[in-house]
Every structure is written in structure tokens, then in C-alpha cells.
């Protein structure tokens, strides 16, 4: 009798999952990151005795936009859809008569009723299809509930320290891989998986890798009260550090990183302060500036102390204060403008004359000495060389056709022939050589004057 009940179970259950089925999932819940899909059965449908995790040839998976579809076949991953429409599953072992050639689904539904009475009349196979939120999963608060060190490094000044900090916010993450998801996380689950199972976990993590994070933000120069800023780096620096847990384990990764508020204690942010305004110091024009308004502070002060031998006191003992210290403003402002002068960048240095030329800040000599002043070079001693060109009246030696201080024309008789590249005058004017003996250049009509 048996036998015969298990072979009327497995030609009833094997015409029961011949129908093809259409696999769908709602709009998924933000606390929801996995659940199983559902297959529509309406009032009116045929389909209510097939038998559940059974996933017929030609049946249909419907994907939304935010999710990513999965078909498990015997705990194997077989199919994978994260692209939204409409999925035909064709790669499964139960045939149709309504999916495909009419002859292979009998063969095949044959096939299946022998293997379902060698089961006892069921069909020995588990398929089941698996939805992902793909979605930004976001309102995940975190707090650092004991302070975080926070490396200090300010380049300016040569800061380099670390303090304590206290920071609390939101962060977002999403799922990045549902494959690496599915098998080191949310497993065989038969309902639905939520975030309140991973949620402590993760934040725990979160606040584990602050640490390193923040020593990656502080090495790009960034303050610890202009993180709120910074949080897309903020959100990499995460990432780099919590990708070997994260996304190469379990799929994930930190989409957001939002900080409302990041505080340092008093003393921190105190001895921060006075180690900043110590820095300013080192220049000699703030010392001196910090030094000439605490002894205008302290002129005000004794001015008014009552009675005339108080103020005589006050000044008294600033005076003595000044004296003692060795240093006044004048003087630090002195040493700030030295400095200033020295720090500064080095005047261009004015265009070389040529050998024997003159300029009105001296004549050059041929051994490259500029500037001389007297009648022999400072630097060789050699004399300073006759300017060549005719003489005017006025005293001034020209080259061209009048006189460059009074105007007046070059009178006749003067050098008619004068090199137009070094200025040489020939010792005949009117019967000049063929080639400049000064520097080899020729004569012809340019040479003319």
C-alpha cells in the first residue's frame, strides 16, 4: 500500500509543480537587508498545491529597481539579477508542459514522478529564491562613548602631538556584493533578514576603525574641528580601513560617513592654543607688537592707580621690566625688518654693457667689473677706456648725428666711418678698413655717419 500511495503522491505532486510560477518581492523594508521571495497565488489561480521551494522551468522572477535577485538551487548559487525587469528561470530540473518543446516537458515530468517514488513521493529538491536591498541603508548612529586619539600635525609650526576626542553621528552603508553577503552572513534564511541582527556588530567595528581613520585624515593636514568638512574623505579613509572585514567579507561598504559634532577636551583645545600663539612668537615683528600692547595695557593700568605715588610706582616698575628683559618693541621691530630684507628675493641684476661701455651707474670694464666710478677698473686696475665718437661743444662724446645732450648737429669734418657694432672709429674716417679690428665685423653703407 505504501508504494502505491507514494506513486499517486509523486504523479500528483509531480502534475502540481508543472505549472509555471511567478516569483515576486514587495518594496523592501530599509530594515530589511535579505528575505525570501514569494510566489503569487491569487484566488483564482490553479497553482495552490505545488510544492513549496520548487522552482519550475520557464517560471518568472520579477526584479525591482534597489534589489538584486537570487536563486539557490540545492544551496548552490545558480542565478544572479540585479538588472530590473523581468528574469525567465530556464536552468532548473522540474520541466513544464507549458515552458518549452511539449515532448522534452513529458519526458521530463515522467523523469520526475519515477524520482519522486524513489523519494516517498516528494521531489528530494530544495529551490528557493533570495531578494538583497541593494538600497543606502542610512540612520546608523554611533558615539564614541570613551575619547578617540586624534594626532595633531600642524607643518607651520612644527605641531606635531596627539589629543583626545569625543565625535558622534550617522553613518550609511549598502550592499556592494549579495554573493559574499549571502554565504558569510544572512545564509539559508527562511523569512527575512534584518539590520538589528548585524547593526551592533557593525557599529562596534565603526568605532574600532575611527582610530586609524582620524591618523589618515590628520596626515592630509586636516583640523580635527574642520572633519564635518571633510567627510567624503572621511568615508574613504573608512573604507580603507574597514574593507578586509567588510568588503571582503561580507559585502559591504560605508556609502556616508556624517559627523555632527567632534569635540576635544578643555585642556587639549587649551594647551593648542598656547602652543599656536607661542609659534607667532618666533617672529620678531608679533613678539614686538604682543610687546607693545602689553606695555600700552600696562601704561593704562598704572594710569589708573589712585594717588599719585602709585602711578609713579607703575611706571616705575615697567621701566625696570624693560631694562631687565633685555629687548624693546623698536628693537624687535628692527630685527623683523632685517629679517624681512634678508628673506627677500635678490634684485635682478642689471644687463651686462659691453667691454669699455659706461652706464650712468658707472663703466664696465673688460674684465666683466661693473659699476666703476673713478678713472681705473676697482677690480684690475686697468684704465678706463677713451669713449669714441666725435665730440659736440658741450663736452658730450656722440655716435649718431646729434648730440645726445644739447641736440645740436654733428658738425662737418667729424668721423664720416664708425663701426655700427662697437662703436670703433677708424684713425681716417674717410678711408676706414675693410674689417673692424675691435670686432671683425665689415664696413659698408651701415657704417656711414
Given at each position: 500500500m505504501g508504494l502505491i500511495k507514494a506513486g499517486l503522491d509523486a504523479v500528483g505532486g509531480a502534475f502540481a509543480d508543472a505549472w509555471r510560477e511567478f516569483f515576486y518581492c514587495e518594496s523592501?523594508?530599509?530594515?530589511?537587508?535579505?528575505?525570501?521571495?514569494?510566489?503569487?497565488?491569487?484566488?483564482?489561480?490553479?497553482?495552490?498545491?505545488?510544492?513549496?521551494?520548487?522552482?519550475?522551468?520557464?517560471?518568472?522572477?520579477?526584479?525591482?529597481?534597489?534589489?538584486?535577485?537570487?536563486?539557490?538551487?540545492?544551496?548552490?548559487?545558480?542565478?544572479?539579477?540585479?538588472?530590473?525587469?523581468?528574469?525567465?528561470?530556464?536552468?532548473?530540473?522540474?520541466?513544464?508542459?507549458?515552458?518549452?518543446?511539449?515532448?522534452?516537458?513529458?519526458?521530463?515530468?515522467?523523469?520526475?514522478?519515477?524520482?519522486?517514488?524513489?523519494?516517498?513521493?516528494?521531489?528530494?529538491?530544495?529551490?528557493r529564491v533570495y531578494y538583497f536591498n541593494t538600497?543606502?541603508?542610512?540612520?546608523?548612529?554611533?558615539?564614541?562613548?570613551?575619547?578617540?586619539?586624534?594626532?595633531?600635525?600642524?607643518?607651520?609650526?612644527?605641531?606635531?602631538?596627539?589629543?583626545?576626542?569625543?565625535?558622534?553621528?550617522?553613518?550609511?552603508?549598502?550592499?556592494?556584493?549579495?554573493?559574499?553577503?549571502?554565504?558569510?552572513?544572512?545564509g539559508n534564511v527562511t523569512a527575512a533578514y534584518t539590520r538589528d541582527k548585524i547593526d551592533s556588530q557593525l557599529k562596534t567595528e565603526v568605532l574600532t576603525a575611527l582610530q586609524p581613520a582620524f591618523a589618515k585624515i590628520s596626515?592630509?593636514?586636516?583640523?580635527?574641528?574642520?572633519i564635518p568638512a571633510h567627510t567624503a574623505e572621511l568615508s574613504d579613509a573608512m573604507n580603507a580601513v574597514l574593507s578586509a572585514k567588510w568588503?571582503?567579507?561580507?559585502?559591504?561598504?560605508?556609502?556616508?560617513?556624517?559627523?555632527?559634532?567632534?569635540?576635544?577636551?578643555?585642556?587639549?583645545?587649551?594647551?593648542?592654543?598656547?602652543?599656536?600663539?607661542?609659534?607667532?612668537?618666533r617672529n620678531p615683528t608679533m613678539a614686538a607688537a604682543r610687546l607693545a600692547g602689553a606695555q600700552a595695557q600696562a601704561m593704562q593700568d598704572a594710569a589708573k592707580n589712585q594717588g599719585a605715588g602709585g602711578a609713579f610706582m607703575g611706571f616705575a616698575a615697567m621701566g625696570m621690566a624693560q631694562n631687565a628683559g633685555g629687548a624693546n618693541a623698536q628693537n624687535l621691530f628692527a630685527l623683523g625688518q632685517q629679517q624681512a630684507q634678508q628673506a627677500a628675493p635678490p634684485a635682478a641684476p642689471a644687463p651686462a654693457q659691453p667691454a669699455?661701455?659706461?652706464?650712468?651707474?658707472?663703466?664696465?670694464?673688460?674684465?666683466?667689473?661693473?659699476?666703476?666710478?673713478?678713472?681705473?677698473?676697482?677690480?684690475?686696475?686697468?684704465?678706463?677706456?677713451?669713449?669714441?665718437?666725435?665730440?659736440?661743444a658741450c663736452g658730450a662724446v656722440n655716435r649718431g648725428k646729434f648730440c645726445a645732450e644739447c641736440g645740436k648737429p654733428k658738425p662737418a669734418g667729424a668721423p664720416l666711418y664708425q663701426c655700427d657694432k662697437c662703436g670703433w672709429t677708424p684713425p681716417d674716417p674717410h678711408n676706414p678698413p675693410k674689417f673692424c679690428p675691435e670686432c671683425g665685423d665689415a664696413f659698408d653703407e651701415n657704417d656711414a655717419k
Open positions: 523592501i523594508e530599509q530594515d530589511t537587508l535579505a528575505c525570501k521571495g514569494e510566489k503569487r497565488v491569487g484566488g483564482r489561480s490553479s497553482n495552490k498545491k505545488g510544492t513549496d521551494n520548487i522552482i519550475t522551468n520557464g517560471s518568472i522572477v520579477a526584479v525591482a529597481d534597489g534589489q538584486c535577485m537570487m536563486i539557490v538551487d540545492q544551496g548552490r548559487v545558480t542565478e544572479v539579477s540585479a538588472e530590473p525587469g523581468e528574469f525567465i528561470y530556464n536552468s532548473g530540473t522540474e520541466s513544464s508542459v507549458f515552458y518549452g518543446d511539449l515532448s522534452e516537458g513529458i519526458m521530463g515530468m515522467l523523469r520526475s514522478m519515477g524520482r519522486r517514488v524513489t523519494m516517498g513521493g516528494e521531489p528530494g529538491k530544495d529551490q538600497k543606502e541603508i542610512m540612520g546608523n548612529k554611533y558615539g564614541t562613548p570613551s575619547p578617540v586619539p586624534f594626532r595633531i600635525v600642524d607643518r607651520n609650526i612644527g605641531l606635531d602631538i596627539d589629543i583626545s576626542v569625543r565625535c558622534h553621528g550617522e553613518y550609511s552603508y549598502k550592499i556592494t556584493n549579495p554573493l559574499l553577503f549571502y554565504a558569510n552572513v544572512c596626515e592630509m593636514g586636516i583640523r580635527y574641528s574642520a568588503a571582503e567579507h561580507r559585502g559591504l561598504a560605508i556609502v556616508s560617513f556624517g559627523v555632527n559634532a567632534i569635540n576635544a577636551s578643555e585642556e587639549d583645545e587649551r594647551m593648542i592654543k598656547e602652543l599656536q600663539r607661542d609659534a607667532t612668537l669699455g661701455g659706461a652706464s650712468a651707474a658707472g663703466w664696465t670694464c673688460a674684465c666683466g667689473a661693473a659699476g666703476n666710478a673713478g678713472k681705473f677698473c676697482a677690480e684690475c686696475g686697468k684704465p678706463k677706456p677713451e669713449q669714441q665718437g666725435w665730440a659736440c
